[in-house]
C-alpha cells in the first residue's frame, strides 16, 4: 500500500507539473535572452548602424563602390559583372539590416516574465534530479511508474475479488453447517431412540447412550459441531 500510495504522489507531482519535450532547453534558451535583453539591444542597434545608419555604413560603401565600378565599365565593360554582384551583396545587406531591425524590435526587457521563467526551469530540475536528471529520463520514470501502478491496482482489484468470492463461500459454508446441523439434531434423537430399544430387547436396560454435538468455534468440512457417541453400562 505505501508504494502505491508514492506512486500515485509522484505521478500527481509530475501531472501538475505537466513537462513537455524540450521544455528546459527553452526555458532555458529564454532565461538567457530575458536576462541579457538590455545588452542584445544595444549590440543589435550597433549591428545595424555599422550595416545601415552610421555614416560610413557597410551599405553606404557598398553603394560607392558600385558607382565607381559602373563609372569604370565605361572604360572596361569586363567590369560590368562585377555591377551585379555589388547590386546582390547590397540586397542581402539590406535584408539583413532590416532582419536585425526587426529582431531587436521584438525584445523586450520584462523582469515579471524573467522571474515567471526562472521558477519554472528550478521546478522543473528539481524535478528531473528527483528521477533521472533529465526530462527524457523523467518520461521513461512516469511510464514505468505508471505501469507499477496499474499492475498494484490490478492486484488490489483481484485480491479483493477473491476476498469477496472467500466471504461467499464462507456465508455458504455457514448455511450449509446450519442445515447439517439441524439435520444432526433430527438423527441424534432418531438413533438415540432407536439404540435405546434395541438395548432394551438386549436386556440392557440401565446402560445409557447418547450423542453429543460439541460446537466448534469455526465451521469446517465436517459442519459446525464434533460428533461423540457417548455410553454409560449400568
Not at 501531472?15 to 543589435?44: C, K, M, V, Y
Amino acid at each position: 500500500l505505501r508504494r502505491a500510495d508514492y506512486l500515485r504522489f509522484a505521478l500527481d507531482e509530475i501531472a501538475n507539473a505537466d513537462p513537455r519535450p524540450g521544455e528546459i532547453a527553452a526555458l532555458e534558451a529564454e532565461h538567457l535572452r530575458l536576462r541579457n535583453a538590455n545588452e542584445l539591444s544595444l549590440g543589435l542597434h550597433r549591428a545595424e548602424g555599422l550595416l545601415y545608419s552610421d555614416d560610413g555604413a557597410m551599405v553606404e560603401g557598398i553603394g560607392r563602390i558600385q558607382k565607381e565600378l559602373e563609372r569604370l565599365s565605361h572604360f572596361d565593360d569586363r567590369l560590368r559583372p562585377l555591377l551585379g554582384n555589388t547590386a546582390s551583396i547590397a540586397a542581402e545587406l539590406d535584408d539583413l539590416a532590416r532582419d536585425i531591425s526587426r529582431h531587436r524590435s521584438g525584445l523586450r526587457m520584462d523582469q515579471e516574465r524573467e522571474a515567471e521563467v526562472a521558477e519554472r526551469l528550478e521546478h522543473l530540475r528539481r524535478l528531473t534530479r528527483k528521477h533521472g536528471g533529465t526530462l527524457e529520463a523523467l518520461f521513461a520514470a512516469r511510464d514505468s511508474m505508471t505501469r507499477d501502478l496499474e499492475a498494484i491496482e490490478h492486484d488490489d482489484a483481484r485480491r479483493a475479488e477473491l476476498e469477496t468470492a472467500l466471504e461467499t463461500e464462507r456465508s455458504r459454508l455457514v448455511d450449509v453447517a446450519r442445515s447439517l446441523s439441524t439435520a444432526r439434531r433430527e438423527t441424534v434423537r432418531l438413533l438415540e431412540s432407536t439404540i435405546a430399544d434395541e438395548l432394551d430387547q438386549l436386556s440392557m436396560k440401565g446402560t445409557k447412550f447418547c450423542v453429543m454435538l460439541a460446537p466448534l468455534a469455526e465451521c469446517g468440512p465436517l459442519g459446525a459441531e464434533a460428533v461423540e457417541f457417548q455410553i454409560a453400562p449400568n
